[in-house]
């Protein structure tokens, strides 16, 4: 019932841009954190950046601080992560999180891939 739909990764050179989206369906999240994780298969996911529901708030990682953005838009239910001077250690499967209601889980889309060449 509830999907989240990641979009915008693609293929982009050291130092471009790209702007991820996520679209939440089935629940409304407007007054939930969310947040962007990647992922690279066989390795443990990592926290990129968080979102407050009033999108005044925000909480990057280290390695996200001063080049990617995340910003909502509410009305539309979803999320963002602007992500400017990529580097190829960027590159992976970026995935977009918002808490399920419950104290053990949380829904994840199914992930967006983003590649950095060099």
């Known amino acids: 019932q509830v999907q989240l739909v990641e979009s915008g990764g693609g293929l982009v050179q050291a130092g471009g841009s790209l702007r991820l989206s996520c679209v939440a369906a089935g629940r409304d999240f407007s007054g939930s954190d969310m947040g962007w994780y990647r992922q690279t298969p066989g390795r443990a996911r990592e926290f990129v950046a968080s979102?407050?529901?009033?999108?005044?708030?925000?909480h990057y990682a280290d390695s996200a601080e001063g080049r990617f953005t995340i910003s909502r838009d509410n009305a539309k239910n979803t999320i963002y992560l602007q992500m400017n001077s990529l580097k190829p250690a960027d590159a992976t499967i970026y995935y977009c999180?918002?808490?399920?209601?419950?104290?053990?889980?949380?829904?994840w889309g199914k992930g967006t891939q983003v590649t950095v060449s060099s």
């Open positions: 999180t918002a808490p399920s209601g419950t104290c053990f889980d949380d829904y």
């Open positions: 979102i407050s529901g009033s999108g005044n708030l925000t």
